[in-house]
């Protein structure tokens, strides 16, 4: 059973342009999600959350917006640069001390 | 910032034998650890967490028997993987849980194990 489902394994990019990076989740006891950024061969490292109390957390080119009742959560990078490209995942967990549930992740990769 | 080392970063082991994954926070104190494995273009799974001084929980479908976790100090939690088998290959990482209000994890760059 899936709780985080990320549908697209793979998007691709311009430079300069917007990345959008959707997830979805099932579980509605989550409340507060996260996205991680990981490169091959290396461990996951943070990047934005967002609360399930908010519907968007902005930080510098990311931003994370929340649709509860679509259960639905998505990142954008503007503008994308070369350097964004990775796998992202989306994270989630349904109490403070909770678990972290991942998506399967979503190849981004942003061509110059 | 906050530092999670794992060691070693890839290891080659032949099938029946034991390796051990050590996972140190470097610059806090982590009471809670966790080890997930991702198999190629797939997602974390949470295998475990580990609490210092006590046992770890185990996820369904977990062998703990086979995969040994030791929560010895505040700083160093270890997974062994015993008997290994060609199965078992697979990228493990670790995370550790940065004290405070936040919850928040920061992971560990991983351990490619390939048992042959």
């Known amino acids: 059973d899936q709780q985080v489902k990320q549908n697209s394994p793979s998007l691709s990019v311009q430079e300069g342009r917007i990345s959008i990076l959707n997830c979805d989740y099932t579980?509605?006891?989550?409340?507060?999600f996260l996205w991680y950024k990981k490169y091959p061969a290396e461990g996951p490292t943070f990047l934005i959350s967002i609360s399930s109390i908010k519907d968007k957390n902005e930080d510098g080119r990311f931003t994370v917006f929340l649709n509860k009742s679509a259960k639905h959560l998505s990142l954008h990078i503007v503008p994308s640069q070369p350097g964004d490209s990775a796998v992202y995942f989306c994270?989630?967990?349904?109490?403070?001390?909770?678990?972290?549930?991942f998506g399967q992740g979503t190849e981004l990769s942003v061509k110059p | 910032g906050a530092v999670v080392s794992q060691h070693p970063s890839w290891v080659i082991c032949k099938s029946g034998t034991s390796v051990k994954i050590e996972c140190r926070s470097l610059d806090f104190q982590a009471t809670t650890m966790f080890w997930y494995r991702q198999f190629p273009k797939q997602s974390l799974m949470l295998m475990a967490t580990s609490n210092e001084g006590s046992k770890a929980t185990y996820e369904q479908g977990v062998e703990k028997d086979k995969f040994l976790i030791n929560h010895a100090s505040l700083t160093l939690s270890t997974l062994t993987v015993t008997s290994a088998h060609p199965e078992d290959s697979s990228f493990y990482i670790c995370?550790?849980?940065?004290?405070?209000?936040?919850?928040?994890?920061?992971f560990g760059p991983g351990t490619r194990l390939t048992v042959t």
């Open positions: 579980n509605s006891m989550f409340d507060y």
């Open positions: 994270a989630a967990r349904a109490s403070p001390g909770g678990k972290l549930i």
């Open positions: 995370s550790a849980r940065f004290p405070g209000q936040g919850y928040e994890q920061y």
